[in-house]
């Protein structure tokens, strides 16, 4: 009897500690008609279908304000009309609609629509920019917003330029969650950097699986992007990923829930 509570015990542990892995929406959940990357409506939609968090990217235009959008430019490159993000003033940027009809959200209208659901987190990417004096200011008006809107508790922070995850673990209260995304810093690395984990594109992972094991056993959580097909989803579960950032939310979702 006594060895098969122990059994038993033994086994709950394991299955404790293997947490099944949550679903962020990159982007937004965009992929569901009416919306597009990056704007309110894919947030709204990441949001009702019931995910850990949804993905955003956040740049500042040349007249100093925060807009949610990928860049470096608005349109593609068939539109001789395209504007350079980080080059053009809000008022210019907003004269331009988005594939679903939205103008470019601002962060502020972002940060609005994360208040609606406090069970979805909201993942901000702060993109680069020209001058690390630039980003430190950027990394100081994002954190001031998100302190505005009182949702220090529902937003986490990941970049590429190891500038602005430094300046992030430098300024935002303790406990906020930053994640590196370039893959190039091992987790030993990040883990004495002060970061709180690493979010690493699928084919760094595939290259180096035994930095999940690592990182977990130094108390760093592991994020992957952006995995879309079913085959690269079960890999990544089964690799026991924390968070999975995708453009294919429902299949991720289908596939953690099993
Ligand atoms: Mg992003």
Redo the contacts with the bound molecule.
């Keep these: 009897m006594k060895k098969l509570i122990f059994a038993a015990a033994a086994l709950f542990s394991v299955t404790a500690l293997q947490a099944q892995s949550q679903v962020i929406a990159h982007?937004g959940f965009h992929a569901k008609e009416g919306a597009a990357r990056n704007t309110i409506a894919s947030l709204a939609n990441a949001q009702e279908l019931g995910v850990y968090g949804s993905?955003c990217?956040v740049n500042m235009t040349a007249d100093g304000e925060l807009v949610v959008i990928?860049g470096p430019w608005l349109g593609d490159k068939n539109d001789p009309d395209r504007l350079a993000v980080q080059q053009s003033d809000l008022a210019t940027l907003r004269s331009k609609r988005l594939e679903n009809g939205e103008p470019v959200p601002t962060l502020d209208e972002y940060l609005d629509q994360a208040a609606k659901d406090s069970d979805c987190k909201l993942i901000i990417?702060i993109k680069d920019h020209d001058t690390p004096q630039i980003e430190t200011k950027v990394v100081k008006m994002v954190l001031d917003a998100v302190k505005r809107h009182k949702l220090q508790d529902q937003v986490e922070y990941i970049a590429f330029r190891e500038h602005v995850c430094n300046e992030l673990i430098r300024l935002a209260p303790a406990g906020t969650k930053v994640a590196y995304l370039n893959g190039t810093l091992n987790p030993k690395y990040l883990k004495a950097a002060g970061y709180t984990g690493l979010d690493y594109k699928i084919d760094v992972l595939k290259k180096h699986p035994k930095w999940i094991e690592e990182a977990h056993k130094l108390g760093l959580t592991v994020n992957v992007w952006t995995v879309n097909t079913t085959e690269d989803l079960k890999w990544v579960i089964d690799h026991n990923v924390d968070y999975i950032t995708t453009d294919n939310p429902e299949e991720a979702l289908r596939l953690t829930q099993k």
């Design positions: 982007r993905e990217d990928h990417e």
